[in-house]
């Protein structure tokens, strides 16, 4: 039978007792300092006031597995932030809030907040990339989180992206979704030969339509939300219709799953600024405008 020691500390006395693995420890003033509940509750009590604290905060998190990384650059981002280190154009050991830490610590507190509340599985936050190389966006300047774990092919996702839209604080962000299940439509979704296309089309005959390079992308940036980019190897995840139609038009109007819309307009009316564009699939894309 496994047995595990533990130290409790009582009133002015510190002893050891003999637990067997899986009962409680259930002596009046004790405290238990390894229940999952406490060491939530403890954790979120946490205020990370400085670029390592919040990295640190987030290792714990992974420790009492709120969070996870599905590849290893967050671990490595993380830990150079610890260490006050830069990663290309960001500066870790500035004073300034790394924005894209403090987005991971808004989601992952909101949702371990409600499973202090609720119980159930712990809500993993299953982390796929935080700052990236130059000519990344948002991701560059680590303004953004990439958050990955979720069915994204199935209806109830929408549910689950609802739930992060619902964990942010009021500001302006951009968010990206992917063509699959309630979000874009794959028929939209153009393909790189459309896309060639299009940019010589556009080159010649669209006055509103501006092409540019940046970083070695052609980059075609319409008025409005909608932009168009082709490197050659990346995929292209815009939209098909935008050029036939209201490419004017922000792209949440063509999310499939109407409570999604409804959430962001709602959210819009609530005085958030969200530009929501198709990126790629299998994850949700959060970032922090200026
Ligand atoms: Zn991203």
């Known amino acids: 039978m496994l047995k595990t020691t533990r130290r409790v500390n009582s009133p002015g006395i510190q002893r050891t007792i003999i637990q067997k693995e899986g009962e409680q420890a259930a002596s009046p003033g004790e405290t238990k300092s390894d229940d999952p509940k406490t060491l939530a509750i403890n954790h979120l ?3 990370p006031g400085t670029n390592k604290a919040y990295a640190e905060w987030i290792l714990k998190a992974k420790d009492l597995e709120f969070v996870t990384f599905c590849y290893a650059s967050p671990q490595i981002n993380l830990d150079a932030i ?6 290309g154009k960001v500066d870790s050991s500035k004073a300034e809030i790394i924005p894209a830490l403090n987005l991971i610590h808004t989601l992952a507190s909101k949702r371990i907040q409600k499973w202090i509340d609720k119980g159930g599985d712990k809500p993993l936050l299953n982390v796929s990339s935080i700052i990236r190389p130059e000519g990344q966006g948002l991701h560059t300047s680590g303004r953004a989180v990439d958050i990955t774990g979720f069915d994204f092919a199935s209806e109830k996702s929408a549910n689950d992206i609802i ?9 302006t962000y951009e968010i990206g979704l992917p063509f699959q299940g309630p979000f874009f439509d794959l028929a939209e979704k153009i393909t790189t030969e459309d896309l060639q296309k299009l940019v010589s089309e556009k080159q010649k005959s669209d006055k509103e339509a501006e092409v540019i ?6 980059i075609l940036r319409f008025p409005g939300y909608y932009k168009v980019r082709y490197d050659g190897t990346d995929s292209p995840c815009e939209l098909k219709n935008a050029k036939q139609r209201d490419y004017k038009g922000p792209a949440y109007n063509r999310l499939k799953n109407a409570d999604l819309v409804r959430k962001i307009e709602q959210m819009e009316k609530n005085g958030f600024t969200l530009t929501i564009i198709p990126d790629n699939n299998g994850h949700i894309h959060v970032g922090k405008s200026t």
């Open 82 to 87: 610890i260490k006050g280190e830069k990663i």
């Open 213 to 218: 390079e940046l970083d070695g992308r052609l």
């Open 45 to 47: 009590k946490a205020n």
């Open 163 to 171: 739930e992060v839209l619902d964990s942010l604080e009021k500001g």
